[in-house]
């Protein structure tokens, strides 16, 4: 365990801000699930901007900005550019900021009759058709994967900045996690569909541990084969009905899952016709 | 000369979610009070539908991040009803210590992080742990445990994996829930000198005539099953619930507000409307405890609700340490079933009080309809009926005096504006007219 280092001055503390979009507020919760270390972090770094945790709101420019959460309105579309502006390094944090998220499900959808579903007076509604990433917008510096982020990934990258070096946050698959943690495959031995050979690394491979397959939070891992593993498990006897919600969900938008999940759905739309 | 003023709250802080509050005063008369939300809307109704009914628990979780609970317990309940399934003892208990995870977790993040500070003139709960180090590090340990409890059963604390329609992926084993004995055991008794501390605080003499609204359920403080109960009397079955409480649209938010369908009037879910009608069936120590906070129940103070979370943080570790210790595993974890078209509703009290989700599914289990009522949204009304009557007794101050108090006012309802959206910013608008 290392030595806590001393606070610096508040005058060279980095000044941190937190911003939000459309989102459930869990990846920024994360921040305050840092129980045993939210006080020491409060300490390294001046929280200049946070409306979940202080009514203390302080103008930029900020140091690091972590933003949660898709863009889905005008409004926000703009905002985004004045967080980028106030920024020194922008920080997505979570699937809907780095992909989307769940909320992005709406790309693939009629935007004027998902109004009409969720709201007696539409016309009372500003939002955008889409919910895309923040990268899609203004330059990202660095992203947090998962839904939600792992908190102790947070806690490096505040760590990171604050000693000003690099953020270490691997890129591997699930796949490799559940082998180091000595969990049975559940695609081998149940023949669960299980995303973890393409998932981003990160959760710590906890749906396998408690007999599921990974459903992707994490988002895509570094050069996934998504095609390879989809036509596995559709000769094994998954049908595209289970496989196209299994990639279309919490980072459905991001870019290599989108890109098989629109495939499988082509492919079962082309075989429908004939 | 009257002047008329707008005050606003451009953005609440120590809130989940976004949203602002509007006054417009004409002189001392209060012309209009509006607790907008501006969260942007996810449509989580609308692409619920065609999915799995199995992914219902994952996608409804992604709603709010410090509930995602009881969304899914919530969801499950509602689909179970669809499919007929009737969970084992086994399953109901653990669920219930699911959910006493959370009730620990969401109540002492906003006791201590969101709501305390509001008593001390602090901007955060960690400005606050500069004035009480012991209180604020406390509090902070009873977070963690009720986040511990749900790694233990869910996977994680935020959007837990193991919560399936039919009962759990895997039923935990008796050694993990063992391990949590001693911190909930030193937990209890943390969070019942947490409680005393809440207790002595200075709150406003703000007394309501509240219609309060929370499950009630004959055996137990009711969590996951019972009839929606009111403190003016009698009690509707939840499957009659959307006859009695209906949902409606106004401009000014991008959350559906709710009332009661007979006369439109407000009225108040939450924890201290389960202590008002539930207290008897509270936990020993946390029964007990109630007789001795210094309030004379039924507590019609929205500020007290502080004291209610507390107690039933003290329940929560009663109930989780019983469950825990009487454990044993089970099988199967997950009660089978077949698909078949249907509809089911459920509500459950999430942390900030009763949540009901209705869904209706095919034969192949797509869903295809999904209405969700979560408490924030059923809160609106009463929120904004309570500042007309608090506003008169802080506008003397200037502008930035009264915005402050009102939200104050508003965070005592713990809103979750990230839940209702399907919250806060206040304005006041001041103009000089002859």
């Known amino acids: ?274 | 000369m009257s002047s008329s003023r707008t005050i606003k709250v451009e953005a609440l802080t120590r809130v989940e979610g976004e949203g602002g509050l509007y006054v417009r005063l004409e002189g001392n008369h209060i012309e209009d009070v509006k607790l907008s939300i501006y969260e942007p809307p996810r449509f989580f109704e609308a692409f619920l539908r065609g999915r799995p009914l199995e992914e219902v628990p994952d996608i409804t979780a992604r709603i709010c991040g410090i509930c995602p609970i009881a969304y899914q317990m919530s969801s499950v309940h509602a689909l179970e009803a669809a499919l007929g399934v009737t969970i084992s003892p086994e399953i109901r208990r653990l669920r219930r210590l699911l959910y006493c995870g959370e009730w620990i977790e969401s109540h002492a993040l906003h006791m201590h992080l969101l709501h305390a500070p509001d008593f001390f003139g602090v901007d955060s709960g960690i400005d606050l742990a500069e004035r009480f180090p012991e209180e604020v590090t406390r509090g902070l340990r009873l977070k963690k445990h009720g986040n511990e409890l749900l790694e233990v059963l869910g996977g994680r604390a935020i959007h837990p994996i193991n919560i399936a329609v039919g009962g759990f992926y895997k039923a935990p084993r008796k050694d993990d829930l063992l391990k949590l004995l001693p911190d909930f055991e030193w937990g209890l008794q943390a969070a019942i000198a947490t409680t005393r501390w809440v207790a002595t605080l200075d709150f406003p003499d703000f007394t309501r005539d509240y219609d309060m609204v929370a499950l009630q359920h004959p055996d137990e403080y009711a969590m996951n099953e019972g009839h929606v109960a009111s403190t003016r009397g009698g009690t509707v079955a939840v499957i009659d619930y959307e006859q009695a409480y209906e949902e409606f649209h106004v401009e000014h938010s991008t959350a559906l507000h709710s009332r009661r369908a007979e006369d439109h009037a407000s009225y108040h879910v939450g924890p201290l409307a389960r202590i008002n009608l539930n207290r008897e069936q509270l936990f020993p120590a946390a029964r007990k405890l109630a007789d001795e906070v210094g309030i004379d129940w039924p507590c019609r103070n929205p500020f007290q609700a502080i004291v209610a979370r507390g107690l039933e943080v003290v329940h929560a570790y009663e109930e989780a340490i019983s469950i825990i210790r009487d454990y044993k595993p089970f099988a199967p974890a997950r009660i089978p079933y077949d698909y078949q078209a249907s509809s089911g509703c459920a509500a459950t009290e999430a942390p900030r009080g009763l949540i009901y989700h209705r869904y209706e599914i095919d034969g192949a289990g797509r869903i295809t309809f999904a209405k969700i009522v979560p408490p924030t949204s059923q809160n609106q009304q009463q929120i904004e009926a309570d500042l007309r009557d608090w506003l008169p007794r802080v506008l003397n101050g200037d502008d930035d005096q009264t915005a402050m108090e009102c939200e104050r006012l508003v965070r005592c309802y713990d809103p979750c504006i990230s839940c209702s959206t399907h919250f806060l910013k206040l304005t006041v608008d001041r103009q000089e007219s002859t």
């Open chain 1, 1 to 274: 365990m290392s030595t806590p280092r001393q606070p610096r001055s508040p005058s060279v503390r980095p000044r941190l801000a937190v911003f939000k979009f459309a989102s459930c507020d869990g990846c920024q919760l994360s921040l305050l699930d840092c129980e045993d270390e939210l006080l020491a972090v409060a300490g390294a770094v001046d929280i200049a901007y946070f409306l979940e945790a202080t009514s203390r709101i302080e103008p930029g420019p900020y140091d690091v900005a972590l933003v949660e959460g898709s863009i889905t309105t005008p409004h926000d579309a703009d905002r985004i550019q004045e967080v980028r502006r106030q920024s020194k390094y922008l920080i997505t944090i979570g699937a809907c900021a780095t992909a989307g998220g769940i909320q992005s499900l709406k790309n693939w959808a009629d935007h004027e009759e998902f109004l009409q579903c969720v709201y007696a007076r539409p016309e009372f509604i500003s939002t955008l058709a889409t919910s895309t990433a923040i990268a899609d917008y203004v330059p990202v510096d660095f992203e947090l994967r998962g839904c939600p982020i792992n908190r102790h990934q947070l806690v490096e990258t505040i760590g990171a900045l604050v000693h000003r070096r690099r953020p270490r946050t691997p890129r591997h698959s699930v796949c490799l996690d559940c082998k180091r943690r000595g969990t049975v495959c559940v695609e081998v031995a149940q023949g669960i569909p299980c995303l973890g050979p393409i998932t981003h690394t990160g959760c710590g491979a906890i749906c396998p541990s408690y007999d599921r397959g990974c459903y992707g939070c994490f988002g895509p891992a570094a050069q996934p084969n998504c095609n390879a593993l989809t036509d596995h498990y559709a000769v094994t006897g998954s049908s595209h009905e289970q496989l196209v919600p299994l990639l279309r969900n919490f980072n459905a938008a991001a870019p290599e899952f989108q890109a098989a999940g629109d495939r499988l759905a082509s492919a079962s739309s082309t075989e429908g016709q004939t």
